[in-house]
């Protein structure tokens, strides 16, 4: 992987952990703040429930950008409250 992508895969994450960092300020949607206090709880250090939290949201925007339709809020929600298992079934 060259420089030149590693700082592009940098950047989306720093973005989509930021992102997270807005639902779970902004309680929108709610399951945000719930499931970053319950991944918290349960012995996850700040950075890592954030980073489960994104991969959860990559995982839809890429299936959004790869099926052409909306973002599904209610999967992504369910999807959220799931963790610490993750989108495709493993664990995290």
């Known amino acids: 992987m060259s420089e030149h992508d590693d700082g592009e895969e940098s950047f989306a994450e ?10 779970i300020e902004s309680e929108s949607p709610a399951a945000a703040r719930a ?6 709880l349960v012995g996850y250090e ?3 429930a954030l980073h489960l939290m994104a ?14 339709r ?9 999807a959220l ?3 610490p298992t993750l989108p495709d079934g ?3």
């Not at 499931?35 to 918290?40: A, G, Y």
């Not at 991969?55 to 839809?60: G, K």
């Open 14 to 23: 720093d973005t989509l952990v930021q992102a997270i960092e807005n639902q």
């Open 35 to 40: 499931v970053f206090n319950k991944l918290t």
């Open 46 to 48: 700040r950075e890592d």
């Open 55 to 68: 991969l959860v949201l990559a995982h839809e925007i890429e299936a959004m950008l790869a099926e052409d």
């Open 70 to 78: 909306p973002f599904d809020g209610q999967w992504y929600e369910q």
């Open 81 to 83: 409250r799931a963790l």
């Open 90 to 92: 493993s664990e995290a």
